[in-house]
């Protein structure tokens, strides 16, 4: 796990245009931070890594139902204060750092934050790809939640990329109305969830698949695919899976994915 850096003294007053420099929406109600914590399921024997702490207040909610808590903060003038508060508190460590440039600890760990919408893409990308991740719950914005999960009838390339090593499912809304400052948009829990659906050896074939369906070619997953694959085959594939032979790879569900690779594979 990387050191604690050297922090600016803390200053006296905190800009505007530093919260909205790092997309900085706090949350201003205990009912959403009690509810997140309740929703990520952590216990007193679990590690939990929380992103862009800001002001605390999911801390420390945190601090009551988790047993060792690192948070990273960007924002030198939080990430200060955050370092006073918990001096002589070690149960819980406080870098100031970019989340995304750390390495993820060697050990179980869990996830729970309400994180910067502007960095939400990087930040669900480094938790899918961390190996010791258990869960994560995120407080992202609806229609980043929604558009991952499959909510809107449509599936993501991310969503699918990964389906067979991680759940993405879709918790419950937030109003705009319990951030600080107040966003533009709603938001909503994104639990991802590890998992394995195929063999690990498998798993490089099964993307290089999905990269193949997503590139657009022909206006179809299987005019795609047939840029690899045999067209009598994928043919067979698709409606083995059920896909018709025009559908957009938009609308092809994950478990059709799966079927397809098996099939073609």
Same mark, same amino acid.
């Given at each position: 796990? /990387? @050191?604690?850096? /050297?922090?600016? #003294? ?13 997309? !900085? ?13 309740? +929703? &990520? ?6 590690? =939990?890594? +929380? ?25 030198? *003038?939080?990430?200060?204060? %955050?370092?006073? @508060? ?6 819980? *460590? ?16 869990? $996830? =729970? ?17 961390? #190996? !010791? ?24 390339? %991310?969503?699918?990329? *990964? ?13 705009r109305n319990r951030f600080?400052?107040?966003? !533009?948009?709603d938001a909503a829990i994104? *639990? ?7 063999? $690990?050896?498998?798993?490089p074939d099964y993307r @290089? ?5 997503? &590139?657009? =070619? ?7 695919? /047939? ?39």
């Amino acid at each position: 796990m /990387s @050191r604690h850096r /050297s922090l600016p #003294r803390a200053r006296s007053s905190h800009t505007g245009s530093t919260r909205k420099r790092l997309s !900085q929406n706090f949350l201003a109600d205990t009912g959403t931070a009690d509810l997140l914590v309740r +929703e &990520s399921g952590v216990g007193a024997a679990d590690l =939990v890594v +929380e992103i862009g702490p800001g002001d605390g207040m999911l801390t420390r909610r945190l601090l009551g139902a988790a047993g060792r808590i690192l948070a990273y903060e960007l924002d030198g *003038h939080y990430a200060a204060r %955050l370092r006073r @508060r918990y001096a002589q508190d070690s149960r819980i *460590h406080c870098y100031h750092s970019d989340f995304r440039s750390i390495a993820a600890p060697c050990e179980p760990f869990a $996830v =729970v934050a309400n994180i910067p919408f502007g960095s939400t893409t990087d930040i669900v990308r480094w938790c899918l790809s961390a #190996r !010791q991740l258990t869960s994560a719950t995120l407080l992202v914005q609806e229609e980043f939640a929604r558009k991952h999960t499959g909510s809107y009838g449509r599936w993501t390339k %991310l969503a699918i990329s *990964h389906w067979p090593t991680a759940a993405m499912e879709l918790g419950p809304r937030v109003s705009r109305n319990r951030f600080r400052p107040v966003p !533009q948009v709603d938001a909503a829990i994104l *639990h991802i969830r590890p998992r394995l659906l195929l063999p $690990v050896s498998a798993l490089p074939d099964y993307r @290089r698949l999905v990269e193949l369906g997503f &590139s657009g =070619v022909g206006g179809s997953l299987a005019a795609s695919l /047939s840029r690899a694959h045999p067209s009598r085959a994928v043919r067979k594939a698709c409606a083995g899976a059920g896909i018709p032979l025009d559908q957009p790879v938009g609308l092809v569900r994950p478990d059709q994915w799966l079927n397809v690779f098996t099939t073609l594979r």
